[in-house]
């Protein structure tokens, strides 16, 4: 058998599980190895399928509940089917709760086989009629005018000259990128590009796009270039990104799940973290956003700049009020 055939992802495996049952049902007491064949996997994946069946079933999951098999050698019957031997039939709800599903995905940034979830929809509304044929409008979070010049901008093959609010600087630039895909991620819309100005790849969110010019010449990548891996996260810690090490209390322990560290020891009631961050300057914000029980251990400069933002503030807060004038936010109380 090729690579490719014993390849699996998630939906061949679903398919196979609900197929599974049915066939297993018709044929009492097969050899795996037969069934395997059949199937078109190997034994391994098939005797892992068999596990995963195993706890499967109905609502409850106890006793009873679970599909269950018996084994004799190399052979394998089903004892309890647990009602997947029915062929599945959608209710109209259910029906029009898929179709909303699919016309969401087909309208995601960034799905790799939109024309498979089309054809998918197609055949649904195609068997389900008039049942599934109302008139719904699907808008996916963070979806906008901006979202829809982007798709179509991406989809041109164009380069884009932008202006992008960048705010871990708080700054905004004007760059030159050319796209590669777009994306939707933790609910927010992206373009993943290549940025002539980074000589890089990066993500621009959608929403800190401040104005999009879609150039006459076409987007060129670099040959090298390929989309990013972002199955960890949009941030991905790098050697050569500014490490920083905080000592944090009780509070403040959220850190360690929330961001991707390189260390973490206790101190006693105290813990030391360190990470990696995007620069320093963000850095600074964070910490002084966390509140006393965080001190700054290294690097040094991170620590200086710190002191000076809190000296900064504190002798805002310290300057007196001139005679005859009221602070902000108050009145002469006539």
């Given at each position: 058998?090729?690579?490719k055939?014993g390849?699996r992802?998630?939906?061949?495996?679903?398919?196979?599980?609900?197929?599974l049952v049915?066939?297993l049902?018709?044929?009492?007491?097969?050899?795996?190895?037969?069934?395997?064949?059949?199937?078109?996997?190997?034994?391994?994946?098939l005797?892992e399928?068999?596990?995963?069946?195993?706890?499967?079933?109905?609502?409850?999951?106890?006793?009873g509940?679970?599909?269950?098999?018996?084994?004799?050698g190399?052979?394998?019957?089903?004892?309890?089917?647990?009602g997947i031997d029915?062929?599945?039939r959608l209710t109209?709800d259910e029906?029009?709760?898929?179709?909303?599903?699919l016309r969401?995905?087909?309208?995601?940034p960034?799905?790799a086989?939109?024309e498979?979830?089309?054809?998918?929809?197609?055949?649904?509304?195609?068997?389900g009629?008039?049942l599934v044929a109302a008139?719904?409008?699907v808008?996916?979070?963070?979806?906008g005018?901006?979202?829809?010049?982007l798709?179509?901008?991406v989809?041109?093959?164009?380069?884009l000259?932008?202006?992008?609010?960048?705010r871990?600087?708080?700054?905004?630039?004007?760059?030159?990128?050319d796209?590669?895909?777009m994306?939707m991620?933790?609910?927010?819309?992206?373009?993943?590009?290549?940025?002539?100005?980074a000589?890089?790849?990066?993500l621009?969110?959608?929403?800190?796009?401040?104005?999009?010019?879609?150039l006459e010449?076409?987007?060129?990548?670099?040959p090298?270039v390929?989309?990013?891996?972002?199955?960890?996260?949009?941030?991905?810690?790098?050697?050569?990104?500014?490490?920083?090490?905080?000592?944090?209390g009780?509070?403040d322990?959220w850190?360690?799940?929330?961001?991707?560290c390189?260390?973490v020891e206790?101190?006693?009631?105290?813990?030391v973290?360190?990470?990696?961050?995007?620069d320093?300057?963000?850095?600074?914000?964070f910490?002084?956003g966390?509140?006393?029980e965080v001190?700054?251990?290294?690097?040094?400069?991170?620590?200086?700049?710190?002191?000076?933002?809190?000296?900064a503030a504190?002798?805002?807060y310290a300057?007196?009020?001139?005679?005859?004038?009221h602070?902000?936010?108050?009145?002469?109380g006539?």
């Amino acid at each position: 058998m090729s690579a490719k055939a014993g390849t699996r992802t998630s939906a061949d495996r679903l398919a196979r599980l609900l197929n599974l049952v049915p066939y297993l049902l018709a044929r009492p007491g097969i050899e795996i190895a037969e069934a395997a064949g059949d199937l078109g996997v190997t034994e391994r994946q098939l005797r892992e399928d068999l596990e995963l069946l195993w706890v499967c079933g109905l609502p409850g999951y106890g006793p009873g509940d679970l599909i269950d098999m018996a084994f004799d050698g190399d052979r394998v019957t089903i004892t309890y089917d647990a009602g997947i031997d029915r062929p599945l039939r959608l209710t109209p709800d259910e029906a029009l709760a898929l179709v909303v599903a699919l016309r969401m995905l087909a309208e995601t940034p960034g799905v790799a086989n939109r024309e498979a979830v089309e054809r998918a929809l197609a055949k649904i509304e195609d068997a389900g009629g008039d049942l599934v044929a109302a008139p719904v409008e699907v808008r996916l979070p963070g979806d906008g005018p901006r979202v829809e010049q982007l798709r179509a901008a991406v989809a041109g093959g164009r380069a884009l000259r932008i202006t992008y609010y960048t705010r871990a600087r708080d700054e905004t630039t004007e760059r030159v990128i050319d796209p590669l895909r777009m994306l939707m991620f933790g609910g927010r819309a992206y373009v993943e590009a290549w940025c002539r100005r980074a000589e890089a790849v990066r993500l621009f969110r959608a929403d800190r796009i401040d104005a999009v010019i879609e150039l006459e010449e076409p987007a060129v990548v670099p040959p090298q270039v390929r989309p990013q891996d972002l199955s960890g996260g949009l941030f991905r810690p790098s050697p050569e990104l500014p490490l920083i090490t905080l000592r944090i209390g009780r509070r403040d322990r959220w850190i360690t799940e929330y961001y991707p560290c390189e260390r973490v020891e206790s101190d006693g009631e105290y813990w030391v973290v360190s990470l990696r961050v995007t620069d320093l300057g963000w850095a600074r914000r964070f910490v002084l956003g966390l509140g006393p029980e965080v001190t700054v251990l290294a690097p040094a400069e991170l620590a200086e700049q710190v002191r000076d933002s809190a000296v900064a503030a504190l002798e805002a807060y310290a300057t007196p009020v001139l005679p005859g004038l009221h602070p902000a936010g108050t009145g002469s109380g006539q």
